[in-house]
């Protein structure tokens, strides 16, 4: 065989191995985002209230990746108006489950994270979106603590002024930091379950009749 015909046969043979890796790569990338975009739905409908925790400690770390979700949310010119207070506390979750009417299942949970919106960094209080964005913020925790394999379940405070006057004397926040929510965390007992909350009658298409 003509050195020629070798050299010709090898390219093309490093060719197909060049495409077939390509391919191979392509397939791997699209299955791996079809795998992703499926556990971030499975996620979204897992979500539950979990009222009811086992004695097991929660790490800083999932804390903290907890609120790093928490600050991943949308927010409204991007002014970013909050602010997180993580509570491991044994007497200040205890406190707290005793004087918030709603919040009972702290005494059971390893932390809790409060939402807040801080007035101090507005350009205009007034005319501020802070409770759409530490709402979002929140439910990006609630999501966060399902995907991690952790239960939590969001308690309002506001805007209820004997919840918020309890959260800020524990927890002594400014004037300018108003509390939105209290969310207890920690590691669920598996009986809560998710609800399927879809009604295909709350769907209108184009209008509303």
Wanted: glycine share 4%; net charge neutral.
């Amino acid at each position: 065989m003509k050195k020629n015909n070798i050299y010709q046969l090898t390219t093309l043979a490093l060719c197909v191995v060049v495409v077939v890796l390509a391919y191979t790569n392509f397939s791997s990338d699209s299955a791996m985002e079809a795998s992703n975009k499926a556990a971030v739905l499975e996620t979204i409908h897992s979500r539950k209230s979990v009222r009811k925790y086992i004695d097991k400690p929660v790490s800083k770390d999932d804390l903290l990746t907890l609120v790093k979700a928490g600050m991943a949310a949308p927010s409204g010119k991007n002014e970013q108006p909050w602010a997180f207070v993580i509570v491991s506390e044994k007497a200040r979750l205890d406190t707290m489950a005793e004087r918030l009417p709603y919040a009972k299942m702290l005494r059971q949970a390893a932390a809790a994270i409060v939402v807040c919106g801080d007035m101090a960094r507005l350009r205009n209080p007034e005319a501020s979106l802070w409770v759409q964005d530490c709402s979002a913020a929140t439910e990006n925790i609630l999501l966060a603590a399902e995907a991690i394999g952790l239960g939590a379940v969001w308690t309002a405070a506001y805007p209820y002024e004997d919840r918020m006057g309890v959260v800020r004397s524990v927890l002594n926040l400014p004037p300018t930091t108003i509390p939105l929510c209290v969310i207890p965390v920690g590691y669920p007992d598996g009986t809560e379950k998710p609800k399927d909350k879809w009604k295909e009658e709350n769907v209108r298409w184009e209008r509303w009749e």
